[in-house]
């Protein structure tokens, strides 16, 4: 007998066996997709992992549907990484393939409703919605679950579905679906007919009481004598100002010929430049000795200032993988900075830049896929998030992790919850490969890191082109408001540097790391917030759409005209966002031209690119935003950054909240005076002598550096712990509360180690669920390995316990 090991895209954490015939098991190789049954009826796609013939134990083996690959999508590499990730992450394997593959080629089952045949139906027993769908079955032999939400107009139609079986009227089936779908492209020809001279003169006199045909025509001719390539509908289309019912009508009068081109989706058009990159001599330096750490060591912290250059740097040594004929990885936190990036890189490279995240579709993501898996030199380079890592190089021989201190590579939800940084150096271990993190203010971990000598460290203290750092203004809330400086949420001083930088033609950047008009809405009578029905949050009042918004779980309201509680009409917002500074702006300054990107604007895939080129070309003078402006971003003509608030960054209750005011204080002061102009910034802050603040105006990182770890060996955090966060979620708060207590008590008794809980966070109910959390720190000297295996023995031993079952539990490691 033989049988092949499998992972199925569910959360379990176990691999599965099914049983295949000799023919398949000497087809099927490691990294194939097969389609399996699984449970009652369901189908899913399975990915092979192993193929053996020893018979399971528990079960007895199910054979597999079919075989949907001919040859392996995923690699030998990808598969032992994955496996990697689910161990190291403590998270189910089948999480980590669901995560790391494009959804279009993991093929569910979907159902298949048809009439049972042989039965004489009574159709008086069948009630209204169930006659409609018997009814429709008369005109066509089988209605998937989705027709027939459209024809009851219902979106849960599975009760009239499970009635209508028990009446013998329907049967079910389970079909398996390619969702990738390859995309045609409709071109035309000339008729052959047309081709000879004579055929021309013919065509002409034919076309001529049809003025709009034949400008058609005429335009066909033009566009062929010009490019000499197949002309799409499209352009000719677009090119004649015409529409495609003209086209049609050609081609049934048999002048034209329709015929259709597979093309790929991902077709970057990019000519690459002749003249080779010239390095500034602190470039050329810092690429010399990135170069000499990767002799010796597997990993190099680049560590320059903001605006010093570090982009060419990458490029320079991508240059020369590509020489080799090798892929290269480069990550980024931010889909917002891809959008730059592929058009800086395309400038060096061409065509062989590919590009993937979550803002392509499922059929791009699978071409890119393909694209790699195949070596292609489309994919050569492949810029993009997180998810990128997961993609099935074979040749790579560098990952660069820029922004390396983003928090955005630690994915939160749902699993795997892995850090992208920490995964992409063990994928680089895997292939032999190289790592190059860069940043201007490297976590407090890298940093650590790189001190100890486990990495290499190259530091650029001087930015291209020797440009001064921008001057740091610190304006004292406190005193402005006492003095009446005010206009809104802008003091005097900001006011006056945005008059001084619109009237010489600079533009301005502000930031403010909060969405919406005003997180709080309050009744000045009794006081009454508006908060969400399903979370402990206060709801955000967005005036854009009128409506007061939870940014946890997406539930909205139209603004209220009176209080709910005592029907004042007073109501009053406090605090402020974007959309709040967006409209002061407008007031303050009405002829400027302004702009905002945060959550709400960028909603759709060019929704980055459309902010980002026209603040470019300076079609906008002032962007207000969120944090998405603080990263990597270069626009040269911006002279001056306002920081609305720098308060509410460094009061987060949490561990880093010092660090990453820092790092986002700096990096948003790095945007400001990237040319020959010295740049300026002004932070607007209730307590301008604070140390943090301080460290910002003097851009002293490592005074950060040495306080932050002072305190962290004092307090057992990173880089001297490392830590384990466990999530209990559940509707019942008192079952929340016991479960999380036993589960903390088993915990403080078999680990030697500090266990902090059960805490309730400050957000403690999300989607109608109580959050509990336990915190584990585990000394750097502690084996990491033999500590997991003993809390997945807790975990299993909790998930046993009868009432505390339905308790959700979810693990981050290296919690951030």
């Known amino acids: 007998m033989h049988f092949v090991e499998v992972i199925l895209p569910l959360s379990l954490a176990k691999t599965f066996t099914y049983r295949v015939s000799e023919a398949e098991f000497h087809f099927v190789k490691n990294g194939m997709r097969v389609v399996v049954p699984f449970g009652k009826s369901k189908m899913y796609t399975a990915l092979i992992i192993g193929k053996h013939q020893n018979e399971p134990l528990l079960y007895e083996a199910k054979e597999i549907d079919q075989i949907l690959d001919e040859n392996p999508i995923v690699t030998q590499i990808q598969i032992t990484h994955w496996q990697w990730i689910a161990s190291y992450y403590m998270c189910a394997i089948g999480d980590v393939y669901r995560g790391a593959m494009p959804s279009a080629l993991l093929l569910e089952s979907e159902t298949i409703v048809s009439q049972k045949q042989s039965v004489i139906i009574e159709e008086n027993i069948l009630s209204d919605e169930e006659y409609l769908v018997y009814q429709a079955l008369q005109q066509q032999s089988s209605l998937r679950i989705h027709d027939i939400t459209s024809i009851l107009n219902k979106k849960n139609?599975?009760?009239?579905?499970?009635?209508?079986?028990?009446?013998?009227?329907?049967?079910?089936?389970?079909?398996?679906?390619?969702?990738?779908?390859?995309?045609?492209?409709?071109?035309?020809?000339?008729?052959?007919?047309?081709?000879?001279?004579?055929?021309?003169?013919?065509?002409?006199?034919?076309?001529?009481?049809?003025?709009?045909?034949?400008?058609?025509?005429?335009?066909?001719?033009?566009?062929?004598?010009?490019?000499?390539?197949?002309?799409?509908?499209?352009?000719?289309?677009?090119?004649?100002?015409s529409s495609s019912s003209i086209v049609k009508v050609l081609i049934e009068k048999e002048i034209f010929e329709e015929y259709f081109i597979q093309e790929d989706r991902i077709n970057f058009q990019g000519n690459a430049q002749e003249a080779a990159l010239e390095l500034s001599k602190a470039q050329q330096q810092a690429c010399d000795q990135i170069t000499s750490h990767f002799e010796t060591k597997e990993v190099c912290l680049l560590h320059g200032l903001t605006s010093s250059g570090k982009t060419e740097i990458y490029i320079k040594l991508i240059e020369e993988q590509l020489a080799s004929g090798k892929q290269v990885l480069y990550l980024l936190p931010e889909i917002a900075l891809t959008t730059q990036l592929v058009g800086r890189l395309r400038t060096y490279f061409g065509d062989k830049v590919g590009v993937y995240h979550s803002k392509y579709s499922n059929n791009e993501r699978v071409e890119l896929w393909k694209q790699v898996l195949e070596q292609s030199t489309k994919a050569q380079i492949v810029i993009g998030a997180r998810s990128a890592l997961f993609l099935p190089f074979s040749?790579?021989?560098?990952?660069?992790?820029?922004?390396?201190?983003?928090?955005?590579?630690?994915?939160?939800?749902?699993?795997?919850?892995?850090?992208?940084?920490d995964a992409a150096i063990v994928l680089a271990n895997a292939h032999k490969a190289k790592v190059l993190l860069g940043s201007a203010t490297p976590s407090i971990e890298s940093y650590f890191n790189a001190q100890s000598d486990k990495y290499g460290l190259v530091e650029i203290t001087e930015r291209y082109g020797n440009v001064q750092l921008p001057e740091i203004e610190l304006v004292d809330l406190k005193d402005s408001y006492f003095r009446k400086k005010m206009t809104g949420h802008f003091s005097e001083a900001l006011i006056e540097a945005i008059t001084t930088s619109l009237s010489l033609g600079e533009q301005v950047i502000l930031f403010q790391n909060r969405r919406g008009y005003s997180p709080i809405m309050e009744c000045l009578t009794c006081g009454n917030v508006p908060h969400c029905q399903q979370c402990d949050v206060s709801l955000t009042y967005h005036q854009h759409k009128n409506q007061l918004r939870c940014h946890y779980c997406g539930y909205a309201m139209a603004k209220p005209t009176q209080c709910h509680s005592c029907s004042s009409i007073d109501l009053a917002t406090k605090g402020f966002g974007t959309e709040q500074i967006e409209q002061e702006l407008i007031t303050i300054f009405p002829d400027a031209k302004i702009g905002r990107m945060d959550q709400d604007t960028t909603r759709g895939k060019f929704g980055f690119e459309k902010i980002i080129d026209s603040f470019k070309n300076q079609e906008i003078q002032i962007l207000v935003g969120t944090q998405m402006l603080a990263k990597g971003l270069d626009f040269n003509n911006v002279s001056l950054v306002g920081i609305m608030n720098a308060d509410t960054m460094l009061y987060h209750p949490d561990f880093r909240a010092f660090e990453r005011s820092f790092q986002m204080m700096t990096q948003v002061a790095g945007r400001s005076g990237r040319s020959e102009k010295r740049g300026k910034v002004v932070i607007q802050t209730y307590n301008p002598n604070h140390n943090t603040i301080q460290q910002v105006t003097n851009n002293d990182y490592i005074g950060m550096y040495k306080e932050q770890l002072y305190d962290r060996q004092i307090y057992k955090y990173p880089p001297y712990f490392r830590l384990i966060k466990l999530t209990l979620k559940h509707r019942d708060f008192d079952k929340l509360k016991e479960g999380a207590m036993w589960l903390y008590q088993v915990m403080s008794q078999n680990l030697a180690l500090p266990v902090l809980g059960p805490e309730e966070p400050p957000i403690s109910r999300i989607r109608n669920e109580y959050i509990r959390t336990i915190l584990i720190k585990i000394p750097q000297t502690t084996p990491i390995g033999s500590t997991k295996k003993t809390i997945q023995k807790m975990l299993t031993s909790f998930e046993a316990v009868s009432q505390y079952r339905a308790i959700k539990v979810a693990v981050n490691v290296d919690y951030y």
């Open 395 to 421: 040749n790579l021989s560098l990952i660069v992790v820029d922004e390396e201190h983003e928090q955005t590579f630690k994915q939160v939800d749902p699993a795997p919850r892995y850090h992208a940084r």
């Open 157 to 241: 139609v599975f009760p009239v579905i499970q009635r209508l079986i028990d009446k013998n009227v329907l049967v079910l089936q389970e079909e398996v679906q390619e969702l990738y779908k390859p995309k045609w492209v409709r071109y035309v020809r000339l008729h052959s007919r047309y081709h000879s001279d004579s055929g021309l003169g013919d065509l002409l006199d034919a076309l001529k009481g049809a003025a709009k045909q034949r400008e058609i025509v005429l335009t066909y001719f033009q566009l062929n004598a010009k490019e000499n390539h197949p002309i799409s509908v499209k352009q000719l289309i677009e090119v004649a100002n």
